[in-house]
């Protein structure tokens, strides 16, 4: 997919990529911001509040009218978590101007409602308006206390926080309930007019043509606010402790889980991709293969590599009593690793695993821009074409010693209340 941008200005990095395929136009616009405890729950009250109001639409009804009358265009924000920093991420979606009907200007009206609401919020006298803060920040409290339901999620959460103990990247999404409740609609603002002259922001434009309109607009009106901003460094390894950490909690739940955290140093990336893969990414990787289908020691057992933080989580749905016993035979995995057992097969099956999802991506808008973002975060401008390349140059031998870099961090068990029975000390 063609890609052009230019380098970073005014603490702005705008790439425009574009696909005669597509019939429709996406633009996202991640601000980077620093992760802090106090911070997290305003951060993620931002993306709600920017989203469902403006100066120009104060009612959500209206806003979304708006956006109906605007051929259904649509418009959303997250938060994303990206190792020790976090990105605001506001994305709107709207069909080409080649497609209306009565020649209406869809870009041009999408761009102004966008826009307003993030340089014209739904604001007065140095704060949001009271009636939308108040919504919203019920919307988020109700999300921090519903985090715990998806207990998987949760049990990555609590290992992620205990691998991470002491830096920026432990800290939840959503933040703490205790700090949620010291947000006020003066606090929430005066944070968002903060990030706006200060967050590096990285804007993705996908369309089905060249739209250097859509650039110029955006560029001209972010640039109205005084900025100072250096794109951020991403790679931030985690230090390995002195001796792995233990932990464990129990609630009401069918099935327990189990989350393993090791680091590594001085592996590439395209090496370390495919480690992953032969691990525990394929559908014969040596963790599902072993753990799952030979062994029978759990329901589900994958694989998640934190890039940012040199880190690999392995996560698993278990009986509690087998808590021993999964991590020993994780163990196993990663030492046959460091002896070579796996096939060259398998190292191929890794390399076309990701060959199909970088393919996959390039069929949608919005994941064709979120790898290009990924890019960006890594600091490596190698297409996925050239990625798959290097990753079959990988050797067995690179595999091996990446097997011998790995180093178990920490464990966290979520126990099943009132079910099988395993001591913390035992994880």
Known sequence: ?????????????????????FRSCLLTLHFYVERTAEAAPVHALLTDLLTSSSAA??????????????????????????????ALVFT????????????????????ELV????????AENGAFRADAF?????????????????????????????????EPAAISAHGERAEAEQITAESAYRLWQEILHTAFADIVCVTPEPRPQIRETVLKALSSVRRSAEPPAFCAPSPLKSAPAFASEQMPLEQSKLVLAYKYSGVRREVMAVFCGVLGWISDSLLFENLREKQGLCYYCALQHAVTKQTVFIDT???????????????????????????????ERAVLRYEYQTAAATDAPDT????????????????PAEFAAAMRRVTRAELTEAAERLRPDSV????????????????
């Open 368 to 383: 064709a821009a979120e790898m290009a973002v990924i890019r960006h975060r890594l600091n490596d401008s190698r297409s």
């Open 412 to 427: 966290f068990l979520l126990r099943a209340s009132g079910g099988e029975e395993a001591a913390c000390d035992a994880c």
């Open 92 to 111: 709107v979606s709207w069909l080409d101007d080649r497609y209306a009907l009565n020649g209406e200007k869809i870009t041009d009206a999408v761009l």
């Open 57 to 86: 639409y104060p009612e959500i009804s209206a806003l979304a009218l708006r956006l109906e009358s605007l051929y259904a265009a649509e418009y959303s924000a997250k938060l994303s978590l990206c190792g020790d920093r976090a």
């Open 317 to 347: 749905g278990i009986d509690a009593v087998q808590a021993h016993a999964v991590q020993d035979a994780v163990r196993e995995q990663i030492l046959a690793m460091k002896n070579g057992a796996f096939t060259d097969d398998m190292m």
């Open 1 to 21: 997919m063609p890609e052009t941008g230019t380098a970073p200005v005014n603490g702005i990095r705008y790439t425009g990529l574009c696909s005669p395929k």
């Open 115 to 122: 826009l307003g609401c993030l340089l014209h919020p739904n």
């Open 134 to 166: 108040r919504i919203c920040r019920q919307n988020l409290l109700d999300d921090i206390d519903c985090v715990r339901n998806d207990k998987r999620e949760y049990a990555l959460q609590q290992a992620a926080a205990l691998a991470y103990r002491g």
